[in-house]
């Protein structure tokens, strides 16, 4: 299976801060790259698809670049609302694999 | 607009198998493939298999295989899990999730997910 790693795994700002996940494949899985967002008790939220592009109805705040093995995920602006965990997933390979996540709380 | 909707909370004892249903509304269940994710307390979404409601095709992570069978029902949209030989780590939030497919590379992703089904294994 491909080993998807996320680093850090956690990780404090505050609001209106910038903030950047990591994300590492442990082989090339081109742009087949997804992130999703899931707060305490609920269900996860796609945010990112392709690696790059923004699911309908997710503010441009998000975005997302990589390709092959590194990827990233950008909040630009933090808001209260996006404290979470995120989590990345690659669907290069038929057997999915997640990320472990990064859990951003409040600075 | 789409919908999954989960079976309610289970608690079985171990060896024994449990069976969760995911109801879809809002679109036609053979358009689109179904997933089943499952999150242990605490813990970060493990993958657990895939099947096309269009073919019946599926494949599950290897470490669950013999295990567990996903099935659909067209006739009421409804989604099925089935795990059997139940352990303790078994004890998880199971998720099902639609797997949307997009663009001409054919990404595909989860885009709409269910409310969640609490499996709880113990003796």
């Known amino acids: 299976d491909i080993q998807m790693t996320q680093s850090p795994s956690s990780l404090s700002a505050s609001v209106g801060d910038r903030v950047t996940f990591t994300c590492r494949a442990s082989?090339?899985?081109?742009?087949?790259l997804n992130w999703y967002q899931q707060k305490p008790g609920k269900a996860p939220k796609l945010l990112i698809y392709?690696?790059?592009s923004l699911q309908s109805g997710v503010p441009s705040r998000f975005s997302g670049t990589g390709s092959g093995t590194d990827f990233t995920l950008t909040i630009s602006s933090l808001q209260p609302e996006d404290f979470a965990t995120y989590y990345c997933q690659q669907s290069h390979s038929p057997s999915i694999t997640f990320g472990q996540g990064t859990r951003l709380e409040i600075k | 607009q789409v919908q999954l909707v989960q079976s309610g909370a289970e608690v079985k004892k171990p060896g024994a198998s449990v069976k969760v249903s995911c109801k879809a509304s809002g679109y036609t269940l053979t358009s689109y493939g179904i997933s089943w994710v499952r999150q242990a307390p605490g813990q970060g979404l493990e993958w657990m298999g895939w099947i096309s409601a269009y073919s019946g095709n599926t494949h599950s992570a290897q470490k669950l295989q013999g295990r567990v069978t996903m099935t659909t029902d067209t006739s009421t949209s409804t989604a099925y899990m089935e795990l059997r030989s139940l352990r303790s780590d078994d004890t998880a939030v199971y998720y099902c999730a639609r797997l949307g497919v997009a663009g001409t590379r054919g990404y595909s992703y989860f885009d709409y997910w269910g409310q969640g089904t609490l499996v709880t294994v113990s003796s």
């Open positions: 082989q090339s899985i081109s742009s087949y």
């Open positions: 392709g690696a790059s």
